[in-house]
């Protein structure tokens, strides 16, 4: 019996959480569905959005189902993120028959981004420029004291060897089992190690000390705005991409973006002994209660959550229902030009399960 904790998130989030359970319990699994109390239920029985209940539950669970916060659930989901050290956000971008891509040709685009999870701007380290006077800090490119450069913001960029070295390994592992399944076996890195050569430097100097004990894997580095043009242009040519954290936050929303949007987009977070799972989309407040948000990208978590504890078939079963929905194309919810609700579009993924 595996425990997953099931965390519903905010605004219209719950909509796609909780069909994607109904669907998951449909296929007889030994799941038990832990339900802590996070957000407006902390609040309610605790004071805390975060309560030390919750907190034990997620410990003593093997994963958990994240929906998307705009706040209340938000300190579970740092604690998820930085307190279980997940530092390996993976965020697949694969075209499937059905979806509405923007592109005249997106078939065959399947790959991977692995983005550091943890560090780079994430650290959440910022200020007034004039705090830095003291440290007498000379900007590398002007010349100039950086506390003379006038009334203004700061924010701290953190790149570790340690972090890099766990996120590059995790990359070049996830090529190699790829490889393994008939992809390419190749590890594209992109960084702006011209302008940033210490911190975006260091990234890429790991990444390819890492690079050179997978010799059966291929590796790459470009600059991170070359390789923006590139994720547009010829996202084909991509199998496994590892990102710093900034980078790879903005640039798996850009992937979405090329097989049909962000309602498509899975995501999981792993660290060494835990992970957790979540669509990227968002808690899209705009349509809350409305019944149309797209579960697909929800459902699509829930099978990496499912392949993590070991429920291979179960979540193939569940890939290639919802595949054959796209497939059949009457059932779509509206951003990917359908007319269904999300309560239609998980009745025919059931059908088809």
Not at 84 to 110: C, F, M
Not at 194 to 215: C, H, I, K, T
Not at 229 to 243: G, S
Request: hydrophobic share 40%.
């Amino acid at each position: 019996m595996k425990k997953v904790v099931v965390i519903e998130g905010e605004d219209a989030a719950p909509e796609a959480v909780r069909p994607t359970v109904a669907l998951i319990d449909s296929l007889g699994l030994d799941i038990a569905w832990l339900y802590p109390p996070v957000g407006e239920s902390g609040v309610t029985r605790h004071g805390t959005p975060f309560p030390e209940e919750a907190r034990q539950t997620i410990d003593e669970a093997d994963a958990t189902l994240f929906g998307a916060t705009s706040g209340r659930s938000m300190d579970a989901l740092f604690y998820l993120r930085w307190g279980r050290q997940t530092y390996a956000n993976v965020r697949p971008t694969r075209w499937v028959p059905g979806y509405k891509s923007p592109l005249a040709r997106p078939e065959n685009i399947d790959f991977i981004i692995v983005r550091e999870n943890l560090e780079d701007m994430y650290v959440g380290v910022e200020g007034d420029v004039e705090s830095l006077r003291p440290l007498e800090l000379i900007s590398r490119t002007s010349g100039h004291p950086v506390a003379d450069m006038g009334t203004g913001r700061f924010a701290l960029k953190v790149i570790t060897e340690a972090g890099s070295e766990r996120i590059a390994r995790f990359a070049f592992e996830l090529a190699r089992k790829r490889k393994s399944s008939g992809r390419a076996g190749k590890v594209t890195c992109a960084t702006k190690h011209n302008m940033l050569p210490e911190s975006d430097g260091l990234f890429l100097e790991v990444a390819r000390q890492v690079a050179s004990g997978y010799a059966d894997i291929a590796f790459e580095a470009f600059i991170v705005d070359d390789f923006a043009r590139r994720l547009l242009a010829e996202p084909h040519k991509l199998d496994v991409v590892v990102l710093p954290n900034l980078y790879g936050d903005i640039l798996s929303d850009a992937a979405a973006g090329l097989v049909g949007g962000l309602g498509l987009a899975p995501s999981g977070c792993y660290g060494d002994d835990y992970a957790y799972f979540e669509s990227a989309h968002g808690s899209a407040p705009d349509i809350a209660g409305r019944n149309i948000i797209n579960p697909t990208a929800t459902l699509l978590s829930a099978v990496m959550m499912l392949d993590y504890l070991d429920f291979l078939e179960a979540g193939q079963r569940l890939t290639s229902a919802v595949e054959s929905v796209y497939l059949d194309g009457r059932c779509l919810t509206p951003d990917q030009g359908g007319t269904a609700s999300t309560t239609k579009f998980c009745e025919a993924v059931a059908l088809e399960l």
